[in-house]
């Protein structure tokens, strides 16, 4: 029944019409006596650089609520500071403890791949952390989703009597890379969010790195190759602060739709980020034609619903590709009350296979009003 609250809203239209305008780097033996040069001086070892994701020329302000957590008192640590010591069981219990989590894997970056999906309990926050301090991938291996929170999943415990919309827990993962997360055939709560899946509480990113995530292929509103987020707290939005989704040729996330984030009635806060390289990849979109199994829509971003926002700002969409429609954002509010604004960014070459908006490259949006756009660049 809950399932059913969630995507009562879904069902949104794949008409290739909507006709909206623009708002717009041998030795010597005896040699002879000479001076003793002065010594050279000691060459210094180049400081690593530090982990650095998104837009670095994006400059929308952050809210107080969107930047990342104080984790110098942290919780619990991951590891003894060697790579060994920091594994996917580790990884696994201390999320289900919860609290304020940072790794110590030693002074080089570490891969963790993980024998199994690190799930949240709903009882062990109120708030959960996951701090990689730069160094830490965790990888699903190609395999498996990464990371999981579900307020109305009753094998991770009920907390109210309204999982899909309560507070807590608040989910943070910042300074962390999620690669070759995949969640194909894990159709739970409809599927989607091959690294990372969201359902209730509060969720944000900050200065984290995905690459390489996948869901399946198909299916009509599946999608969020690297996040998927259902139900927030009083419809409060999800951010996502200085990231970056593919960012390179090959280094993309691949799904249905959504190549990089996807979600249900949920309002997005999008900035100084990098999205690129992602694709949607379904057949027949949204609801799927006769003889399709649809999807295809959001390169990007996919946003299905009735009531939410979506703003962008300070964020470098490009290169991505829709086989359907949207090959930067699906945006489909289907009472038409919501609403996106897209400040100081740039949207380019984002092919839609299939259909956009007139006047909005690479964007298919059905809401309130036309898109707001300000200081930013769409072609």
């Known amino acids: 029944m809950l399932l059913a609250s969630v995507l009562s809203g879904c069902g949104s239209s794949h008409h290739p019409s909507a006709d909206a305008g623009p708002s717009q780097s041998p030795l010597a033996l005896s040699p002879p006596i000479s001076p003793t040069p002065s010594p050279s001086p000691s060459k210094k070892k180049p400081r690593p650089k530090p982990f650095r994701q998104g837009n670095p020329d994006g400059h929308a302000a952050v809210p107080a609520a969107a930047r990342a957590v104080d984790t110098s008192h942290a919780t619990r640590v991951i590891g003894k500071g060697t790579p060994g010591s920091c594994t996917s069981s580790a990884v696994v219990s201390a999320v289900a403890a919860g609290g304020v989590i940072r790794f ?158 996807s979600s249900i009635g949920v309002s997005w806060t999008v900035l100084n980020s990098v999205m690129s390289y992602n694709s949607a990849v379904g057949d027949g979109a949204n609801p799927a034609r006769g003889g399709t199994p649809g999807g295809g829509s959001g390169g990007a971003v996919y946003n299905d619903g009735n009531r939410f926002t979506l703003r962008i700002a300070g964020t470098v969409i490009a290169n991505n590709h829709a086989r359907e429609g949207g090959g930067a954002v699906f945006f489909v509010s289907n009472d038409r009350t919501g609403t996106m604004r897209i400040e100081g960014s740039s949207l380019r070459h984002n092919p839609s296979a299939g259909f956009e908006t007139r006047g909005y490259p690479g964007i298919f949006f059905l809401g309130a009003h036309h898109p707001a756009v300000t200081g930013s660049h769409l072609g």
């Open 104 to 261: 110590s894997c030693g002074p080089k970056p570490v891969t963790i791949t993980m024998g199994a999906t690190a799930k949240i309990r709903n009882a062990h926050g109120p708030r959960i952390v996951l701090d990689g301090g730069g160094k830490v991938t965790l990888s699903g291996g190609g395999r498996r989703r990464i990371l999981y929170m579900n307020t109305c999943d009753p094998a991770q415990g009920y907390t109210t009597s309204h999982c899909q919309d309560q507070a807590t827990p608040e989910l943070t993962v910042q300074n962390l890379t999620f690669a070759d997360g995949n969640s194909t055939g894990n159709k739970t709560e409809g599927g989607g969010g091959g690294a990372i899946f969201v359902r209730g509480g509060r969720f944000k990113v900050v200065n984290s790195r995905f690459v390489r995530n996948r869901c399946d292929r198909t299916g009509p509103d599946l999608g969020g190759a690297a996040i998927r987020v259902l139900s927030q707290y009083h419809n409060l939005p999800v951010y996502v602060v200085s990231s970056t989704f593919g960012g390179a040729s090959g280094q993309g996330g691949s799904c249905s739709n959504g190549g990089a984030l």
